[in-house]
């Protein structure tokens, strides 16, 4: 992990990364989204309203895994003070929060239909709404911080004790009776039919890859800004 901390060696690998990321994450969105609004079967239920599925399950997994994400990075900026871990973190924050709008959006998109209400106060739902808050107390955070580039140990401090909603969100299907509907993929298996579960994969693999080339295009423009400013200081100074 530490042999990528140099901003130049780092450079070197995510900027061809990036590009395969990105090609591979939208053929695999693309493919997945096609197939599942267009060639799945309709749900015997919940009919065609089903095919949301393929666009939801994949944000608001994306909107755990990217605090989960903020988490570790925020671990490895205060314990072992890895010089681009912080930069990681901010990185992620931004397209953290919009996945977790959309998972909300179009969890509410679902809900009408399905539940004949937009909105439930259930523990799931407010859970995800808690955690997209999460994310904007985060950015304004990383804003206001002084630390060029990255983010003041205060906000690395918010982004560990956050990640407490990360199992209130995976379990409160579990802990509290509501109108979600239980977990349908565990560690056990999976309750979904084959019919609709490889296109779902499909399309979390994608989401997951597009996911990570937005946060090395970040990282990079990042890196990108605080080389420009120490050079104008320097500048500045002569």
Do not use: C
């Not at 493919?31 to 949301?52: C, H, K, Q």
């Not at 909105?119 to 709404?129: I, M, N, P, Q």
């Amino acid at each position: 992990m530490h042999a990528y901390a140099n901003p130049t060696r780092f450079l070197a690998l995510a900027r061809p990364l990036t590009r395969w990321l990105l090609v591979a994450g939208l053929a695999l969105v693309i493919f997945g989204s096609v197939y599942g609004l267009l060639y799945a079967p309709a749900d015997r239920l919940m009919g065609d309203s089903v095919r949301i599925l393929y666009i939801h399950v994949p944000t608001v997994w994306l909107a755990m895994g990217g605090w989960t994400g903020i988490a570790i990075s925020s671990i490895m900026q205060i314990v072992w003070r890895h010089p681009l871990a912080a930069v990681a973190a901010r990185a992620v924050a931004v397209p953290g929060a919009v996945f977790t709008a959309l998972g909300l959006i179009t969890g509410s998109i679902w809900a009408r239909p399905t539940w004949g209400t937009w909105w439930v106060w259930d523990g799931r739902v407010t859970s995800v709404l808690v955690l997209f808050f999460l994310y904007l107390a985060y950015i304004a955070l990383a804003n206001a911080s002084s630390e060029k580039g990255g983010v003041s140990r205060v906000t690395a401090i918010f982004g560990i004790v956050g990640a407490i909603n990360i199992p209130i969100i995976n379990r409160s299907v579990v802990w509290w009776n509501s109108l979600h509907q239980p977990a349908s993929i565990t560690v056990s298996g999976s309750s979904i039919d084959s019919a609709f579960l490889w296109p779902l994969m499909v399309n979390v693999a994608g989401f997951s890859l597009l996911f990570g080339a937005i946060v090395l295009m970040r990282m990079r423009g990042i890196l990108a800004e605080t080389k420009v400013e120490a050079r104008l200081k320097r500048m500045a100074a002569e």
